[in-house]
């Protein structure tokens, strides 16, 4: 989730033991387009050796964390005493759907992270932007995805489509400052960040890690102009806590109160919680790593509730193959039944029924070029279909997207 306008987060960090270990030893729910659920990296990089490590690298979007032991890849120099930092990837995407509703595109989606790092008294200043093309290179402001539901386009819900990235998505200042070496306090800030909800939106030697957070935004989602800052006063909360109890597990439980999230619900506030356990096991040549997510949506004004759940692994193997599988169970509202229509006035959203959506995905990176893993793959969706949708989409509609994937390395 991206939340426009002033961001501000308060972070405190714990560890209650600290110990050596031998380190050879040892996410309102999206059904995903290839890329966009944090994939391992193509082979090891930069590693944490503790909560505290992964923190202050601040290598994923927000202030999110994965396993100390998960790599990461990016591209690093040093100028003078600023240490440079870029990470991102783009994909060239082709998918073809098929049932009543199925559609099919050719589009690109892509991210890219600079930052800049450097001591400042005695804590480390971090500066971070994070954007997209994905407003020149998304055209209608959607792409199919079936059963997909949120936003607008056209002053009309998104249904079956999911919307491209703002150009920017995150810019932020963050500084980090330890007053001892198991306790740390962070200050995130910045006119569009994320806050401190949910598991980690993308991609040894500490155990018994606690962290807690609380941030302050502006809960309305990005408008239809993808190209500008949203502005808007800090209206929203949120709380998480993060375990890390080992090297190669992560835990977090977040909730949060959403002022008016969604532009054609004005009225409507939203509280979400969210549990997620991320899992990563390094082996020879890559790496493993699974996650299982629960996320809930309750209407503050007449507490409907939505419940989803997520379990998705992804096996990094030979130093240049990801094999995916995902199992995503969605409670879905009765907007799907309008498909690209207007709202009918008075018209009031309720979870009505479940969505079971089943994923299977392969690529392989190719070539040799300096700082860069190009990959060709695949991936294939199929779909529960409940009694009260088969009419509007077919009893087994399915998903296909292959495409060409470039990561910065």
Wanted: with cysteine; glycine share 8%.
């Amino acid at each position: 989730m991206r939340m426009t306008g002033f961001c501000l987060l308060l972070m405190s960090f714990s560890s209650c033991v600290l110990h050596a270990q031998d380190p050879s030893g040892g996410t309102k729910s999206h059904m995903d387009m290839p890329g966009m659920s944090g994939m391992t990296q193509d082979k090891p990089g930069m590693e944490s050796h503790s909560l505290a490590d992964a923190i202050m690298q601040h290598t994923t979007s927000g202030t999110d964390v994965q396993p100390n032991s998960t790599p990461t890849e990016m591209l690093m120099m040093q100028k003078g005493s600023w240490t440079l930092m870029f990470h991102g990837e783009a994909f060239l995407n082709d998918i073809q759907q098929s049932g009543p509703r199925g559609e099919d595109k050719f589009f690109s989606t892509n991210w890219f992270m600079p930052m800049a790092q450097r001591k400042l008294g005695r804590g480390i200043l971090t500066l971070r932007t994070m954007f997209s093309l994905d407003p020149a290179t998304v055209s209608s402001e959607r792409y199919p995805e079936l059963f997909q539901q949120g936003e607008t386009a056209y002053g009309k819900p998104i249904v079956d489509g999911q919307h491209p990235h703002d150009f920017f998505m995150e810019l932020v200042a963050i500084y980090d400052f330890k007053f001892a070496n198991n306790t740390m306090f962070s200050l995130y800030a910045g006119p569009v960040g994320d806050p401190a909800l949910g598991p980690p939106a993308y991609p040894h030697r500490a155990s018994e890690i606690f962290r807690l957070e609380a941030s302050g935004f502006h809960g309305r989602e990005p408008d239809e102009d993808r190209w500008d800052i949203d502005a808007g006063k800090i209206d929203s909360w949120s709380g998480r806590a993060t375990v890390n109890p080992g090297q190669n597990w992560s835990f977090q439980y977040s909730i949060g109160d959403l002022a008016s999230p969604e532009t054609l619900f004005p009225r409507e506030d939203i509280r979400r919680m969210t549990a997620s356990l991320i899992y990563n096991r390094p082996i020879k040549n890559g790496n493993w790593t699974s996650m299982l997510l629960w996320g809930r949506n309750k209407s503050l004004q007449d507490g409907n509730v939505g419940n989803s759940y997520l379990l998705e692994s992804t096996l990094h193997f030979s130093n240049k193959n990801n094999v995916w599988a995902r199992i995503e169970n969605v409670d879905r509202t009765n907007e799907l039944l309008l498909g690209r229509s207007s709202l009918p006035p008075d018209f009031i959203e309720r979870y009505f029924t479940r969505v079971q959506a089943y994923t299977a995905g392969y690529d392989r990176e190719l070539g040799h070029v300096p700082h860069l893993s190009t990959a060709l793959g695949a991936q294939l969706t199929w779909y529960a279909v409940p009694t009260a949708l088969q009419s509007a989409y077919g009893s087994h509609p399915i998903g296909v997207v292959a495409f060409l994937r470039v990561r910065a390395r």
